[in-house]
């Protein structure tokens, strides 16, 4: 079945180092993608998009990489700070006889000051 | 704009009490949904609705009901809790479904069954 997983459940990185949070997704026909940013206590908030006739999408300090040929999601924080603590995850978005979203689990981000 | 408000914040209930979670937007979005997460599993899909008068199921509907009698409300109803529904559950909505600017998400209500 269709399934979007992330390779590392915690990372913990000190601040003014790079973090690069990895998801895997299963299904071929999705189109979209979003990274979501979820602090304790709070609800998801969205950092980052890209469709997948693109493979590379940059934002301010984010960068989100596409891999569709071993369908693999990246998401990279530059000089990652202590806000950015958080849970990570990424959701995939396809239609298939009617829209669908899949949620991955997550990655626990910790930045050590 | 307040976007979206997910009353209560926090609940505990008894096996077997009913009660509903509240959820309102106010950026006139036609599509909302509902959510919960539990720990280690991504968000699940509950209820959604495409607009006022419409709902639909999603992928763990059962023990759970809802309505949408205006474009603004989608609460959540607990028939008759089970522990099995302690969970986090939020609210989200977005323009239209499949849109692809993403969701905005409510602050969750965390519920306890005991």
């Known amino acids: 079945g269709e399934s979007v997983g992330l390779h590392l459940p915690t990372l913990s990185v000190q601040e003014g180092d790079n973090s690069i949070i990895n998801c895997a997704y299963s299904n071929s026909a999705s189109d979209y993608f979003i990274w979501y940013k979820q602090e304790s206590g709070k609800g998801p908030q969205f950092i980052i998009d890209?469709?997948?006739?693109?493979d590379k999408r940059q934002g301010q300090r984010v960068t989100v990489l596409l891999n569709k040929t071993v369908k693999h999601l990246s998401l990279q924080i530059a000089a990652t700070q202590p806000g950015d603590s958080a849970v990570y995850f990424c959701?995939?978005?396809?239609?298939?006889?009617?829209?669908?979203?899949?949620f991955g689990a997550g990655t626990r981000l910790f930045v050590k000051a | 704009n307040a976007g979206v408000t997910q009353t209560p914040k926090f609940q505990v209930l008894k096996t077997g009490q009913s009660m509903t979670l509240q959820c309102a937007q106010d950026m006139n979005h036609e599509y909302m949904s509902w959510y919960r997460q539990d720990p280690g599993m991504g968000l699940r899909l509950i209820h959604y609705s495409v607009g006022a008068g419409i709902t639909d199921q999603g992928e763990v509907p059962n023990g759970y009901n809802v309505s949408r009698s205006t474009t603004e409300d989608f609460p959540l109803r607990l028939l008759s809790a089970a522990p099995s529904q302690t969970s986090v559950y939020f609210c989200a909505s977005s323009y239209e479904v499949g849109d692809r600017g993403g969701y905005t998400f409510g602050s969750g209500t965390r519920l306890t069954v005991v």
């Open positions: 959701a995939e978005f396809f239609n298939t006889g009617g829209f669908k979203t899949i």
């Open positions: 890209i469709r997948s006739n693109m």
